[in-house]
DNA sequence: CTAATTCTTGACCGTGTGGTCAGCTTTGGC
DNA sequence: GCCAAAGCTGACCACACGGTCAAGAATTAG
């Protein structure tokens, strides 16, 4: 019957489960380093601890499994697209914001090079993506911010640039881990570097966009000096 | 007698000269777009208009091609490093630092995405260069940086993620111009984008960092608000 | 003009590529 | 215990890869 062409579902036994785990893992790190064209199945599968015709079973064939992989990686970055209205709190959003992303770089570091290695290719399995889904985001993001500049919220700044300034500076932590490695001459970066790091990205965008506390705007109420 | 092996120099008859700056031209494009390993002699060749042949008849190898390429683009990046000294304008230095890497990103953007490559692919060929010249060339602006901030004249950031800010942010105009485009809907930035996205970057990072104008310095006015 | 040098290139080589397949073993539901 | 389904994999294929080479063509120096 071989139903065995699945796009996205998380069925099958667990061997197959399994197996298509390693396989997944390695592709992600062979991908990320080599690019499209410069990985080849069987360094993948020597990864992954299993023969080459074994990886071909599994994902049909090496488009394929980069494909998915793509997928998987949109899915971990889709998980991050809650949603913002114009009346929250504009230094929380964005303090979230370079903070999950800069989360995202830390813990999916192969995902993030993998995907920059795609769009430095040209985005040839990404274009739709990018001018479709990932379009419409960045620009109902843009909307709220501009909202947010009309009220004095904060300084009227073009919202895009100021969304690929967060999407770049966040995301070079994972993309040049070996140049920052080679600068700093530490072998990783440890967690108390990330936060300061991450604390210095906020510190600079927020302040460097005029971001005010709602509550410093208008003599209305002042029950949000929360914490700090 | 077949001195052939030369390594940077340009001497040599016309016809090598053209041929060579044709070669190095299409490798720039190939080796960017697909990464060391995803690149094929053949179609750099074929980009050149030469047989294949006769691109390893004047590179001699793969390799010796890449290896070329990148420094190429690592003299480039060198004819940047101007002097700077903690007597200097901070804010007129950021800005004219963020202006001249902003340049580079137009003028050279498959040089930019070529070395983008390199590093995700984790600095095979560079990493001697990362953890030298690089690393000495940043350190020793880290330091005019400190120094900068002792005297009061920007907030005590720390320099080198302040660099890393400034590189990735403006490097994001090549690396990811596919991603740029299909954002932002344009099949590419127009001279006016490039210049007020710098200007939008050169306003966040020196507002975002309290770089203050060196006159502005010693007269006690209201600059205690920025303390918190 | 001649001779040395440089340039040009198709044919070729060994190797690695993505992918197929037949035949085997293992697994799991009944 | 049976047996269909799933898993496994070495052998194999056509092709593209980086690189070599020899022999001819074009250029240039004396």
Redesign the interface.
Known sequence: MAKADNGSEQEGGAIRRRNEQAILAAAERVF????????SVQEIAEQAGLPKSNVLYYMGSKRRLYVRLLEQVMERWNAMLDDISADDDPAEVLSAFIRSKMWMSRRYPEGS?LF??E?????PFL?EF??GE??DW?HSRAAVFRQWAERGLMDP??P???I??I???T???A??E????????HEALSDEDIE??TE??T????????VKHPADRAPADEASLTER
Chains 1, 2 share one sequence.
Do not use: N
């Not at 990320?32 to 990985?39: F, I, K, W």
């Not at 769009?119 to 985005?123: D, E, L, V």
């Not at 510190?203 to 005029?210: A, F, M, N, Q, T």
């Open positions: 990320a380093r080599h690019g499209y064209r410069g990985a090079r920059a290695s769009i430095i290719g040209g985005a274009q990018l001018s990932l379009r960045v700044v073009d895009v640039w100021l690929f300034l999407w770049s500076s995301q070079h932590y993309d040049f070996a140049q920052v490695r080679g600068i700093t001459g300061r790091i210095f990205l510190r600079v965008v927020i302040k460097g966009c005029g």
